[in-house]
């Protein structure tokens, strides 16, 4: 599948704790644990089928979340009508 | 985030804050608002009325803090306290209902073998949209918050006014319930899943 591969047999099938697991690759992937947080990544998804599986999940969803939820068009004038809102409040 | 007023900027100042600083988020609030009330002009009101309560309580932004978090705190504020009374969507449960409900374990995403990274790459921007905008405006929010404009859990829990922990376990959750409606849509639309192969 990938070049992790030879190295998967070694993985855990199953993880202990999932839900921890989980929420901490999760928080990981939200950038809360800066930089040490990526060795803990690594250690992880070598050790763990079911963590490296859902690491690319999560990944995969950011990813889209980010790049393919369209941003709404702004209407064109409502910086002017705030702008003159705030020139009468004034 | 502080609601005392330190100082008195002067009109020159207030207005160099208003345009160098709230101006330029605009776009990021439209799309949060319209994300909150899946209408225009609600949305633009919305707005509208979050840009003349900043630059009305404009001595209670410390320059150099995060303007954007300021103003997406106001901006939720304003959802809550005014136009989700007068809403033409159906009630939603509040966020002590939905923090209970979804508090059981069961609700945790069994597995990932019947939702594949690849899949959900393959999903079109619609479909991501629509599973988002399906979610209960509280678990919306915090996926929109972290996902969509890069806020930090700290930077959250200033916004919603809730603490740390429960940003990390809301939007956990958010992202189950997401995670469901994506392979609800991954089965429908007929991509590949473990089970077919
Ligand atoms: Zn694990």
Redesign the interface.
Known sequence: MDMNEEKSGARKLRCDD??KC??LL??IL???LGNPGKEVLKEKLAKCQ?CF??F???????????N?????A??QE??K??RE??QE?K | MSEVQRRKYSQEEKNSI?DGEF?PH???M??FA??LTFD?DD??DL??DT??KS??FINSFEQGTNAKAWLFRILKNSFINEYRKKSKQPAKVDYQEVETYYNS?DV??Q???D????S??D???DE??NA?NSLAVDFRTV?IL???EGF??EEMAKILDIPIGTV?SR??RA?NL??EK?KGYAQHMGYKTDEEE
């Open positions: 999932t839900s989980f929420e999760e928080s939200d950038g809360e079911p599986e859902h690319h999940l999560e990944q995969a969803i950011r990813e889209v979340l980010k393919k939820c369209t941003k709404q702004v209407p409502l910086a009508t705030i809102k705030i409040a | 208003f101006m605009i776009d990021s439209y799309n319209y994300r225009e949305a633009k707005v509208q840009y003349l630059y009305r374990d945790d995403f597995g990932t073998t939702l594949r990274a690849e959900v790459k999903m079109l921007g991501i949209s988002l996926i972290c996902d969509l930090t859990y990390r939007l956990h992202r997401l995670k994506l």
